[in-house]
């Protein structure tokens, strides 16, 4: 009987002081600082590309680039083109115009509009979502339509930005629309899905617009993503648990929950990251509108890039968007600027 | 007539069933349209969920003077107030 005790105490024990040494580091989430003043800013030209013809770009659905070219989305609805494409040998000549990549229709290849878009990891596939269609476009580095997807909207709804990697989709969420969750991990392969990032604002309550992500990326093995107000991006497993955060500066503060009688009385939110892309074994991050590149490997700030149109001692441009393909990378400013350099020299030493 | 009305209570309740299926991700039971308008400086967008009209969200993306986006996020219940690119974007 004091062999047995002795044992259930040792047992009891053991997994006492398991628990107690796990737990911390279960929930211990790195929280790592990228020092932009210990980083040399620098600054880079860029060339307006002179398109001539008058185009509008949305805010929501960025732009992408490819190795077949530049696919861009019209910002209003009134066209009959769903997706503009500004090829590389176009933009060998003077003043390139733009083409159309898919136009609005119900047959195969068309939707009546994209409302956002991404790339696979190695930005060899791009897709564009339509959610009117509740359809997906692919299209392959070279431009080409090689499939399409139908999803349900009961089944799949994606309300803003996503991205695509290891043959899942990650779609942030609202709240009300995922039970309380913000981001969706969907296997398409499966069809099975996971819901990760609970609300950090409940339902009903303000300010909601800090529930928004404004910039998520696929990497080979990490989902990276950025909320609205935040100076920082948050890494996260496959399996939709966080793994790390990269800081560059304080977060605006979310304050307790509050409830308005207007809706249209909520707070605002800055977007200070509003883009990134994983291109050569580098997290790309559109931050202030500034490009910042981080070593993927161990997330280390290696170089922040400043752009200008003419001179250096000129304003900086403010970029709201960016894409690199095929050795160039793309800038937009505003609806309808748009910029290239080559961005070999970004990646020397 | 009995047998009308089971056949048509059956038929009725395969039909509504699937609205009747528990929220989750795979199935977010949460469908509407959507609704677009842009500005100079905004692009807006309305979901309108149109079973039976429970609520609306909208979201709002603008361009600041600073070259930043601001965003604005509203939603309420029943159905959306007012028309889309008037009142409603006050950014």
Redesign the interface.
């Known amino acids: 009987m004091r062999i047995l005790a002795l044992f259930l105490a040792g047992t009891i024990s053991t997994v006492l002081t398991l628990i107690s040494c796990n737990t911390p580091n279960e929930r211990q989430v790195e929280t790592y600082i990228a020092s932009l003043s210990e980083v040399d800013d620098l600054k880079q030209r860029v060339n307006l590309l002179d398109i001539q013809e008058p185009y509008l770009l949305s805010f929501f659905s960025t732009i992408q680039a490819a190795k077949g070219g530049l696919v861009l989305t019209p910002a209003t609805s009134s066209s009959e083109i769903a997706l503009l494409n500004l090829s590389h040998t176009d933009q060998q000549i003077c003043c390139p115009t733009l083409s159309s990549l898919a136009v609005k229709g119900r047959g195969p290849g068309e939707v009546k509009g994209i409302s956002s878009s991404t790339k696979s990891i190695f930005s060899d596939t791009l897709i564009f979502y339509s959610l009117i269609d509740a359809k997906f476009l692919l299209y392959n580095k070279n431009l080409r339509l090689i499939d399409e997807w139908l999803f349900s909207q009961r089944k799949l709804t994606i309300s803003g930005n996503f991205a695509y990697g290891n043959r899942k989709l990650i779609i942030p969420t609202t709240p009300r629309s995922n039970n309380g969750y913000l981001l969706n991990i969907y296997d398409v392969g499966t069809g099975k899905s996971i819901n990760a990032i609970p609300a950090r604002v409940p339902t009903g309550y303000q300010p909601a617009v800090r529930n928004s992500i404004s910039a998520i990326a696929a990497t080979p093995e990490y989902i990276v993503l950025a909320f609205v107000g935040d100076r920082e991006f948050q890494v996260l497993n496959y399996a939709g648990k966080l793994v790390g955060k990269i800081r560059m500066g304080k977060n605006d503060p979310i304050g307790e929950p509050f409830q308005i009688q207007n809706p249209m009385h909520a707070p605002k939110g800055t977007e200070y990251i509003p883009k990134i892309e994983y291109y050569n074994r580098h997290l790309v991050v559109l931050y202030n509108t500034k490009l910042l590149l981080f070593e993927m490997r161990d997330f280390e700030l290696k170089k922040q890039l400043t752009f200008y149109s003419g001179g250096i001692e000129e304003e900086a441009l403010k970029i709201s968007d960016f894409s690199i393909g095929d050795g160039l990378l793309y800038l937009r400013s505003g609806r309808s600027k748009l910029y290239k350099a080559p961005i070999n020299q970004f990646w020397k030493d | 007539m009995k047998k009308f009305l089971l056949i048509f209570t059956t038929l009725f309740l395969l039909t509504i069933m699937?609205f009747n299926k528990i929220?989750?991700?795979?199935?977010?039971?949460?469908?509407?349209?959507?609704y677009?308008c842009?500005t100079?400086h905004?692009?807006i967008?309305l979901?309108q969920n149109e079973v039976f009209f429970i609520?609306w969200?909208?979201?709002v993306?603008?361009?600041?003077d600073?070259?930043?986006?601001?965003?604005?996020?509203?939603?309420?219940s029943g159905v959306y107030p007012g028309s889309l690119c008037n009142?409603?974007v006050?950014?």
């Not at chain 2, 993306?61 to 600041?64: E, T, Y």
């Not at chain 2, 600073?66 to 965003?71: K, M």
């Open positions: 699937p929220t989750n991700a795979q199935d977010p039971g949460w469908f509407g349209t959507r677009t842009a100079d905004c692009d967008r979901y609520y969200e909208l979201e993306r603008c361009l600041n600073s070259g930043n986006y601001v965003r604005g996020s509203y939603s309420g009142g409603a006050a950014l």
